[in-house]
């Protein structure tokens, strides 16, 4: 029973952290009410409803969701969420408090010193840029830290500094509006426009932003659940012995899995759509988590075949049902992180 509980919880943390990245933050609040008023003792849900607050524009609300998951322990991320709703609310002595602490309980966390950066910009323009410095030291591939960079440097009136970081963070991320503005104002001149590229011929993309990552997240999270689960099934059915009949079910979890991944691949904004050398460069997470899918899915391939020349067995399917739940583990890491803003 504890652990079906913790299942359900996870999917509506899950699902309420997609509602909050697709820009509906008040179905993440009517999905979390309910969930921290049955579970209140569980941090991760006060800061979840902490995030969708703050993005719906209401920081008070948030501000108290995100003292009660202070009050049960959580570690930083509480004291970033306050912060942030106590910029919104004006109080920015204590949003700098909150978000010092953070820095201070998880100083390798870049957030953390995102939102410290934040929080500083308004009266102490100089430590802010100093905060934004060392966010960008600790994750120099996030368009994030550049953009936070470039405020604090427009703030202390680091006109040049404040450029570079803003053509970093386009760079890196070339669908961030506020950056393309902010180069705009600089400049002084039209807006920054992306490299031209014929009709029907989009240019690969050579990095991975944020967004891009945590929507290939997504789809290997949603492969490796189907992936896992058609192996369960099929290991359940073929107990004691598989009869050849089976194939047909091993053939439909194939077709399944790869419509899944299809589907999303489709779905796919094009700056997402990577080639394998920009998948495999600097993300070995995500690599793995590929590569994971590839060898279940090889390997479902291989037994459904076998079993319909007649072999018998069941040894390779929780091979397959290990890489489906790895696979969907390190996409459910990953977005999680991801969502944690």
Not at 131 to 157: C, F, K, M, W
Not at 233 to 254: D, N
């Amino acid at each position: 029973m504890k652990v079906a509980v913790v299942a359900s919880l996870a999917v509506v943390l899950l699902r309420a952290a997609e509602l909050t990245a697709d820009g509906e933050p008040k179905a993440a609040i009517a999905l979390l009410r309910p969930t921290v008023a049955r579970y209140p003792d569980h941090p991760e849900a006060w800061c979840r409803l902490a995030a969708a607050y703050l993005d719906a524009g209401e920081p008070s609300e948030s501000l108290d969701a995100a003292k009660a998951a202070m009050r049960l322990g959580e570690r930083s991320w509480a004291h970033r969420l306050a912060s942030l709703a106590l910029i919104e609310l004006g109080r920015d002595d204590e949003a700098v408090v909150s978000a010092r602490e953070a820095a201070r309980r998880d100083p390798a966390d870049w957030r953390c010193h995102v939102t410290l950066a934040q929080a500083l910009r308004r009266k102490e323009s100089e430590h802010s840029l100093a905060a934004a410095r060392r966010a960008v030291d600790l994750a120099p591939d996030e368009a994030r830290t550049h953009e936070v960079l470039g405020d604090s440097a427009l703030a202390a009136q680091q006109w040049s500094q404040a450029r570079t970081a803003f053509t970093e963070a386009v760079r890196l991320d070339p669908e961030n509006g506020h950056a393309r503005e902010s180069l705009t104002k600089l400049a002084g001149v039209a807006p920054v426009r992306a490299t031209p590229r014929a009709p029907g011929r989009p240019t690969a993309p050579t990095r991975l932003g944020r967004a891009q990552l945590t929507a290939l997240w997504l789809v290997v999270r949603r492969a490796g659940v189907w992936l896992g689960a058609g192996a369960f099934v099929l290991l359940i059915a073929g107990m004691p012995e598989p009869s050849t009949f089976l194939a047909w079910f091993g053939l439909l979890s194939l077709v399944l899995v790869l419509g899944v991944l299809g589907q999303g691949w489709r779905s796919l904004p094009h700056s997402a759509r990577v080639t394998p050398r920009v998948l495999l460069a600097g993300r070995p997470a995500l690599a793995a988590a590929v590569g994971l899918l590839a060898l279940g899915l090889i390997v479902l391939a291989v037994w459904t075949a076998a079993l319909a020349l007649g072999a018998r067995g069941l040894q390779a399917l929780p091979a397959v049902l290990v890489c489906g739940l790895l696979a969907a583990g390190l996409g459910w890491l990953a977005v999680s992180r991801t969502a944690r803003r």
